[in-house]
């Protein structure tokens, strides 16, 4: 298979609409791929927290329609990153959205882990509680969001629902970016799974991004990784490479789901 992280550029001088429309034309700069990926929050940014409120949308508002249109022009699995989603009682949240080559919406995932020691997203956003995956044409796509790299846990879930690929749209600070790249390989060598973790660019609400999106093999491999500005990455694969390190080296056999808690004992 092939896939694309468009890795953009998120910057408080552009307004959303105006990176709507350009995020629109690289989709369609990417026909023929089988998935593309875009970052986290990048209509409003996700560091932009001024910006929340007048950016905040629901399912039918001008992202999700566009992001279907430009999945459904380019006939691409797209993966739109995710949108400050407004729910119908008013809660906010950090929400990914996936759309199949007809522009339909196929999955929802909102962010579990809300980062900011009870501020920014933890403090202002509701937090998701839902374990999701999508069956595609290409594999078992599961679905995560920048902070949850930091919570094994989430992505064994993942795994145990049938995850053969993860997307992991982010907005990681570049002060981090060495704990990113730890991850990035920790999680796809750990679940023996193709990791792709498209992240932002530029800089917003006083934030410089990582960048340095990649694509991680089952192996831990880096099939390739972005530099810091704007860019997209693109890399052919082979989903049966999934199988085939599972069944090598089947780690994940040898679980043990249920480890009693110690027995403490009085001296």
Not at 83 to 89: F, K, P, Y
Not at 111 to 133: M, N, S
Request: aromatic content about 8%.
């Amino acid at each position: 298979m092939r896939a694309s992280l468009v890795q953009l550029s998120v910057r408080s001088s552009e307004s959303p609409a105006q990176r709507r429309d350009r995020a629109a034309a690289l989709i369609l700069g990417r026909a023929g791929d089988d998935l593309v990926v875009l970052p986290e929050m990048w209509t409003v940014g996700a560091w932009d927290f001024d910006a929340w409120d007048a950016g905040a949308e629901d399912l039918g508002g001008p992202t999700a329609t566009a992001m279907s249109g430009a999945a459904r022009a380019a006939g691409v699995w797209l993966h739109a990153g995710s949108i400050l989603e407004r729910d119908a009682d008013g809660t906010l949240y950090n929400t990914a959205l996936v759309f199949d080559r007809n522009g339909d919406l196929r999955a929802r995932y909102r962010k579990i882990h809300r980062y900011g020691f009870d501020t920014g997203e933890a403090a202002a956003l509701g937090a998701g509680h839902e374990i999701v995956t999508v069956p595609t044409d290409f594999g078992v796509l599961g679905l995560a969001i920048c902070y949850d790299l930091r919570f094994p846990e989430l992505f064994r879930r993942l795994i145990d629902a049938g995850a053969e690929i993860v997307a992991v749209p982010a907005a990681w600070p570049a002060a981090r970016l060495e704990h990113l790249r730890l991850f990035t390989r920790t999680r796809a060598v750990e679940e023996q799974v193709f990791l792709l973790a498209c992240v932002a660019a530029g800089a917003h609400g006083g934030m410089v991004q990582a960048g340095h999106s990649a694509i991680v093999d089952p192996w831990g491999t880096v099939l390739c990784e972005a530099g810091d500005g704007e860019q997209t990455l693109t890399a052919e694969f082979d989903m049966q490479d999934v199988t085939s390190h599972r069944t090598r080296l089947p780690v994940l056999r040898d679980r043990v789901l249920a480890v009693p808690a110690p027995v403490l004992r009085a001296c």
